[in-house]
């Protein structure tokens, strides 16, 4: 790890307080003893747990999203598919290719039990031999948020699998739907270029490092 100096935050001022979101203004003090301000939105609902107060141990035990990386074997196929999902998402009033996702529920321990729930609650399918991987930042440009990534079967031919039924919140429009895991950026590129669908840069990221793998064998 570098040694160098870094800003030291010296304030903080609450510019707007939201239900989820919270909008501040940071003043930090730089190495050189001159100061600057910087506008970052603080998720509300786990704002005790600042992003100056977390040490890196803690840091998988502070989630606050995860997305859910499912597969299945394709019955007609025998070809490994993964669940995506087009969700309406207002703030870019369209809908977003996305992976299954959501927020931790209070009280919830680990990341693999908010994944497992929210692919229940979005898409109806229940997954199984669910593993998590390292807790990350999702956007630090401009936020402290916190989210992860897990790992899970779906099992088609399972009784539980064969007529998924959503429980979706009445605000929420979802459409779950498998794609094969080899055409994932062909098939991201062809909604985004054909249907005018937009993107989720983290499921984008997994497309872009599957295609590099799978070309570079």
């Known amino acids: ?31 050189d003893g001159t100061t600057s301000k910087i506008e970052c939105t603080q998720r509300s609902c786990w704002s005790d747990e600042h992003t100056t ?37 207002p703030p870019v009033m369209n809908y977003v290719v996305e992976l299954p996702s959501g927020f931790r529920d209070p009280g919830e ?3 693999v039990v908010t994944g ?12 199984t031999n669910g593993k998590s991987a390292f807790c990350v930042r999702t956007s630090p440009i401009d936020g402290d948020e916190r989210g992860a990534f897990i790992y899970c079967d779906v099992d088609l031919e399972s009784e539980e699998n064969k007529n998924p039924i959503q429980n979706l919140e009445e605000d929420e429009d979802i459409e779950p739907f498998w794609v094969p895991l080899k055409d994932l950026k062909t098939t991201l590129d ?14 984008y990221s ?9 070309t570079s064998l």
């Open 1 to 31: 790890m570098s040694t160098k100096k870094h800003p030291e935050i010296v304030s903080q001022k609450t510019l707007v307080e939201g239900k989820f979101l919270n909008l501040v203004e940071l003043t930090t003090e730089n190495p």
């Open 53 to 89: 107060e977390i040490i890196h141990e803690d840091i998988q035990k502070n989630f606050g999203a995860v997305d859910s990386i499912a597969t299945a074997i394709d019955p007609k196929t025998s070809e490994r598919i993964i669940l995506l999902q087009k969700n309406f998402r």
């Open 109 to 111: 321990p680990d990341p």
């Open 116 to 127: 497992l729930r929210e692919l229940k609650e979005e898409t109806g399918y229940t997954g």
């Open 190 to 203: 062809t909604l985004h270029q054909d249907h005018g669908y937009e993107i989720d840069e983290r499921l």
């Open 206 to 214: 997994i497309s872009l490092g599957l295609q590099f793998a799978l």
